[in-house]
C-alpha cells in the first residue's frame, strides 16, 4: 500500500509563475515531512522540511504547507526558475527513521 | 567536498555474481540509511544502522543481501547470486540523530544492471 501519494506524475509551469506540487499521506503516524529534488543520475538532494506541529515553513522561494486533518502537505516554488525543472519527491518519517517516499512528479518549467 | 559519497557509480554485472557497494556518510552523522530506487517509483526502505548497530531491515532485503557498518564509519552493502531484479539505483543516506531535525542526506547512488 502506498503510504505517502503523489497524484500527479508531472507538472508543466512558466518561469516567474508559481509550481505547486502536491502530497497526500494515508499513516497519522508520521511527524515529520521532508521533500527532496532529484535530477537524473543524481541522489535525492533535501529542499525543506516540516514538523507535524506546524503548518507552513518558508525558505526562500520554497514554502511547505501541511493540512493534517486533510492529511495533506504541498511546496509552493515562487517565482519558479527553469533550474527548478527535476523530479520533486514527498517523503515522511515516523519518530525519526526511515523514509517513506511519494513516487515522484517531474516539474517542468519553460522559458 | 563534505557529503555522502558512494563507490562505484555504476556496476554491470551477469546474473548469479556477487556484487558489493560502499558508502562513505557525512562524518558527523552516526545514523546510515540504505535505499533502493526503481524506475518510476521512489527511494524504498531496505536498512539502516545508528553507529555499528543495524537496527532494521526491510522485508525487501532478501537473504542474499547483507550490510555492515563496521567501527560505526563507512557501510558495505553486498549482494550475492544477483538476479535481472536486482538491477536498481541503491542509494546510501546519513543523519544526525537529534530529536528536531529528520533530515537525511543522500549520496549519487551506485546503478546496478544485472544482464
Known amino acids: 500500500d502506498q503510504q505517502v501519494k503523489q497524484n500527479s506524475p508531472s507538472l508543466s509551469v512558466q518561469e516567474g509563475r508559481i509550481s505547486i506540487l502536491n502530497c497526500d499521506y494515508t499513516n497519522s503516524m508520521f511527524d515529520y515531512f521532508l521533500w527532496y529534488k532529484k535530477y537524473p543520475a543524481e541522489?535525492?538532494?533535501?529542499?525543506?522540511?516540516?514538523?507535524?506541529?506546524?503548518?507552513?515553513?518558508?525558505?526562500?522561494?520554497?514554502?511547505?504547507?501541511?493540512?493534517?486533518?486533510?492529511?495533506?502537505?504541498?511546496?509552493?516554488?515562487v517565482p519558479s526558475q527553469p533550474g527548478d525543472s527535476a523530479v520533486y519527491f514527498c517523503a515522511a518519517s515516523r519518530s525519526n527513521y526511515k523514509l517513506t517516499f511519494g513516487k515522484g512528479t517531474l516539474l517542468t518549467v519553460n522559458p | 567536498d563534505t557529503g555522502v559519497s558512494q563507490d562505484p557509480r555504476h556496476k554491470i554485472t551477469k546474473r548469479g555474481q556477487n556484487v558489493t557497494f560502499r558508502c562513505d556518510p557525512i562524518s558527523e552523522h552516526n545514523r546510515l540509511y540504505w535505499y533502493r530506487?526503481?524506475?518510476?517509483?521512489?527511494?524504498?526502505?531496505?536498512?539502516?544502522?545508528?553507529?555499528?548497530?543495524?537496527?532494521?531491515?526491510?522485508?525487501?532485503?532478501?537473504?542474499?543481501?547483507?550490510?555492515?557498518?563496521?567501527?560505526?564509519?563507512?557501510?558495505?552493502?553486498?549482494?550475492?547470486?544477483?538476479e535481472q531484479g536486482d538491477s536498481a539505483m541503491y542509494l546510501c543516506a546519513s543523519s544526525w540523530r537529534t530529536s528536531s531535525a529528520y533530515e537525511q542526506y543522500f549520496g549519487p547512488g551506485t546503478r546496478l544492471t544485472v544482464t
Do not use: C, M, W
Open chain 2, 37 to 82: 530506487q526503481t524506475l518510476g517509483q521512489g527511494p524504498e526502505f531496505l536498512t539502516y544502522f545508528q553507529n555499528e548497530a543495524q537496527l532494521e531491515k526491510s522485508r525487501l532485503l532478501s537473504d542474499r543481501f547483507s550490510a555492515e557498518r563496521p567501527k560505526g564509519s563507512f557501510s558495505t552493502l553486498e549482494i550475492q547470486r544477483t
Open chain 1, 43 to 77: 541522489g535525492p538532494t533535501f529542499l525543506i522540511s516540516i514538523s507535524s506541529i506546524k503548518d507552513k515553513n518558508e525558505d526562500g522561494r520554497f514554502t511547505v504547507f501541511l493540512n493534517k486533518s486533510a492529511k495533506h502537505l504541498s511546496l509552493h516554488i
